[in-house]
């Protein structure tokens, strides 16, 4: 397999790999790299249209162009801006945010924010089996992420979508029949593409309390009220594990 994988020793380790790895100067640079958190080591990076579809691999695109066609169709009484309505990615990515399974994966600039997400869910649902979180690292500069190979980086105008702004969000569209970016990248071949960080589960009290001093909080990644809401359930739990 031509897909790098770094073990962490703790969330420490992680914050001082992932900038001697990345960065020859020490020092981050935004864009260079976006990066995924994922709650566990075996989650693949899939989509959630190609983890919905059950048909054959040759359907695939056609399918999910068919999905985005209809999803388009019965958002014709909604008010949606026109240059909204008329843009494919744009009416892509409103679907993704409201339930449509499509083939955008969501990636961050920030590997705190991906981090984050790693790790948010195993606050409010309790440690369990899983050992590490996974941080994936997609260096942009790679040949493979383009339309003409098959999977493109893709930007969407935040303009209305405070979810992308806050995230530092873009997007990954994969367009071949593959199931996840790592099949993609391992038929490639090009090493490097892809790095998977893993971050022990143990940690993630002490990551999500340095987390919310940065200001990544449910509140400011989710905006809103259910965002406030589980902002101020996480400071509890973390507050319950200090006082234990």
């Known amino acids: 397999m031509n897909i790098k994988e770094r073990k962490c020793e703790s969330w420490s380790d992680f914050k001082t790999k992932i900038i001697e790895d990345l960065y020859e100067d020490g020092v981050f640079s935004k864009g260079r790299y976006l990066f995924r958190g994922q709650g566990s080591e075996s989650f693949s990076l899939s989509s959630s249209f190609d983890r919905w579809f059950k048909g054959e691999r040759k359907d695939k695109v056609r399918v999910s162009n068919e999905l985005l066609d209809q999803f388009i169709k019965e958002c014709e009484l909604e008010d949606i801006p026109p240059e909204t309505r008329g843009n494919r990615l744009m009416m892509r990515s409103l679907g993704q945010h409201n339930g449509l399974p499509t083939r955008l994966l969501d990636w961050s600039e920030s590997p705190y924010v991906a981090t984050f997400f790693a790790f948010s869910g195993h606050i409010r649902h309790g440690i369990n089996l ?115």
């Open 130 to 244: 899983v050992k590490h979180v996974a941080i994936w690292v997609l260096d942009t500069q790679s040949y493979i992420w383009n339309e003409e190979h098959g999977c493109q980086i893709v930007q969407v105008e935040s303009f209305g979508n405070e979810r992308i702004r806050n995230q530092h969000g873009k997007f990954t569209l994969l367009r071949t029949s593959e199931n996840s970016l790592e099949e993609y990248a391992i038929k490639q071949e090009e090493p490097g593409a892809l790095i998977k960080y893993l971050i022990p589960v143990r940690d993630a009290f002490a990551a999500m309390a340095e987390l919310d001093s940065m200001g990544l909080s449910h509140a400011r990644i989710y905006p809103g009220i259910s965002g406030n809401a589980k902002s101020a359930e996480v400071r509890i739990l973390i507050n319950q594990i200090k006082n234990k």
